[in-house]
């Protein structure tokens, strides 16, 4: 059974930078898609990076772009996603996401079956 647990959020101020942490267990992650996601209050959740763990392809959303770098570290199996130049409207709770064979560039959180607990990202202007 996957496990995922994120650590890493916290309360910055607008411009200033965090790095989320996923820790991934259960499985050998050789064939697995990582993906982060966030959820603000009264939305839905949205996409913002994925990895292929094998050969560490990238894709980002447009809001992720430039700012947002996501990464993984094979030998502590765990997942990064460095954020830059914050904005308040990247406040959310960010989900680490994980599933197996995905086409790198699926971006439903439907297409996700392992999910973590979530770590809260808040931006202050």
């Known amino acids: 059974q996957v496990q995922l647990v994120e650590s890493g959020g916290g309360v910055v101020q607008a411009g200033g930078s965090l790095r989320l942490s996923c820790a991934a267990s259960g499985r050998t992650f050789s064939s697995y898609t990582m993906g982060w996601f966030r959820q603000a209050p009264g939305k839905e959740r949205e996409f913002v990076a994925a990895?292929?763990?094998?050969?560490?392809?990238?894709y980002y959303a447009d809001s992720a772009k430039g700012r947002f770098t996501i990464s993984r570290d094979n030998a502590k199996n765990t997942v990064y996603l460095q954020m830059n130049s914050l904005k308040p409207e990247d406040t959310a709770v960010y989900y680490c996401?994980?599933?197996?064979?995905?086409?790198?560039?699926?971006?439903?959180?439907?297409?996700?079956?392992?999910w973590g607990q979530g770590t809260q990202v808040t931006v202050s202007s």
């Open positions: 990895i292929r763990w094998s050969g560490g392809r990238t």
């Open positions: 996401a994980a599933e197996f064979g995905l086409s790198l560039t699926r971006q439903s959180a439907t297409a996700f079956n392992s």
